[in-house]
């Protein structure tokens, strides 16, 4: 027996891929005086994408050997990210253009999948990559569509094409409060009487709780009180601003940042002073390019007009993950690793960033952190309705005559929510049910469309509310087709860790795609994923199949 036949490596040479030269000086050209520290992988990864349209073997090597790191810590990371495009030696690269189609849920209502496949066959494969991907955030633009770095609205395949033949691929920034604009209107001034002794972290962690402001990105837990928790613990302590909301028919916190988005950076420093932490780590979703290129250019205007002293502000990308909006899974991809949810305890608040305390907070609760203290705590208490504080973005889809954020009171009704503020539903449409908390919230009937929507008020149903990303649903579609869009989605997510959510959500997706509804294995399934699953992706995943048997038993009489 021969062994190494065939093989043209020199016994001289070391084993594995073999640094090329030119490789290693283009990487060094874009890292330029970058740290080489491994917490900046992804931010490398994206640098190299960026400027080639991939990631070659040849770079991830010479990207490797430029940061001390294995060949396969750096493939392992860059593969587990749907935005990174690995190209092996010998396949070909992708085409120069992609286009990426969301299949979401809302989209998918609005002929998505029909504009995808068009503009497939239509379209040189040579030249643009048309992709089908999960939700973009732009779920009141369905159907929405993403030419290279560039959202377009309501997409049809003239404008498709329109965009692609002008080369129009540029982010679209959207006219937004700039710092000086924001500074005239007495911006940043709540964040001086916190650095000079005025305000204490305890009166507004007070004020926070008085308020019932709470974590709005899903969880729901009160501010004030994750706030006591973290000033309390040893420093170093990190904030962490969670901006990955990729909760399918999920699009607020992006619509606030292309508004206003000095509301989030002076609630995110006050915050970070209040608990003593030593650096703000935001972290936004690769999917809002333009939202980046805002941050980018404020948090920069920040530090020019001196407003950002000792504790500064480091902007993180995503990569397309949407298990990175899990809150231990998005300190994991901070530090440059694959977004894994991490077992808990114990909780981030004691080991979080770094293994140390980490507050961590949602857009749109730091958004409020000035209102409430220059208005008073009593002033965004009494925007509720039906006892419930404060007021509530609403991100709303689907079937109704005007979608968009909503900012309507926390315990508003579906019916009211419908009526006051989206116009009703669409012409020829009858309200059929609604998903009040994106793909893992449950689906609820129209027959349950005056239950108030706050945190707590669906558990009952099998419901929550979650992110407060309402899709609404008429007589035209088809649940057990809504189901099965949102498990797809689930399947695609998963990360893959633990096996009662990876192999779960695939066996469920399966069955449904069969057309095989059987209520006792999918009760089984549900039960394995709900109690075994590590996060709330495989925990909640059944969720809109179970409120299809549950409050649609029409739909199989079909």
Known sequence: MSFGKGLSRKPSQPKGRQLDDAALSEVQALLGNEARRRDLLIEHLHKIQDAYGCLEARHLKALAEEMRLSQAEVYEVASFYHHFDIVREGEARPAPLTIRVCDSIACSLKGADELATTLENSLDPGRVRVQK?????????????????????????????????????????????????????????LLARV?????????????????????????????????????????????????????????????????????????????AHAISAERIYLYMRDEYPAVLDI????????????????????????AGAYICGEES????????????????????????????PTLNHNVETLFWMRDIVEKGPEWFASKGRRDHKGFRSFSVSGRV???GVKLAPAGITMNELLQEFCGGMEDGHSFKGYLPGGASGGILPASLADEPLDFG????????????????????????????????????????????????????EHLLAQGDWDQ???????????????????QAAANPVASVLKFFPGEFEK
């Open 401 to 403: 005559k005007e979608p």
């Open 133 to 189: 991907v999960a939700c973009i955030g732009r779920c009141a633009g369905a159907p929405a569509i993403q030419i290279g770095k560039r959202a377009l609205d309501q997409a049809t395949e003239l404008s498709a094409r329109s965009a692609v033949f002008e080369g129009n691929t540029a982010p679209d920034i959207p006219d937004y409060v700039r710092l000086e604009a924001y500074r005239a209107d007495g911006g940043y001034g």
């Open 195 to 271: 650095r000079a002794g005025e305000l204490k972290a305890v009166e507004i962690a007070e004020n926070a709780l008085e308020a019932g402001l709470r974590g709005l990105g899903g969880a729901g837990f009160p501010t004030g009180t994750k706030w006591k928790i973290v000033h309390d613990l040893p420093g170093p302590k990190y904030l962490t601003v969670n901006g990955d909301e990729g909760e399918p028919g999920t699009f607020k916190d992006r619509v606030h940042l292309e508004r206003d988005p000095h509301r989030l950076l002076e609630g995110a420093l006050i915050a």
């Open 295 to 318: 941050l980018k250019a404020e948090i920069e205007a920040l530090r020019s007009a001196g407003i950002i002293t000792t504790i500064d502000i480091e902007l993180r990308r995503g």
């Open 520 to 538: 006792a294995k999918i009760a089984d399934l549900d039960a394995v994923m709900r109690s075994a699953s590590i996060c709330g992706l495989g």
């Open 457 to 508: 008020t669906l558990d009952k149903h099998g419901c929550f509310i979650g992110s407060h990303a309402i899709v609404v649903f008429s007589d035209h579609d088809d649940m057990r087709d809504v189901a099965l869009n949102l498990m797809r989605f689930f399947k695609h997510e998963s990360c893959g860790q633990c096996t009662p959510c990876r192999s779960g959500t695939e066996k469920m």
């Open 329 to 356: 899974a998005m300190i994991e991809s901070i530090e440059g690793k694959r977004g894994l949810p991490r077992h808990r305890p114990p909780f981030i608040a004691q080991v979080g960033l770094f293994g140390r």
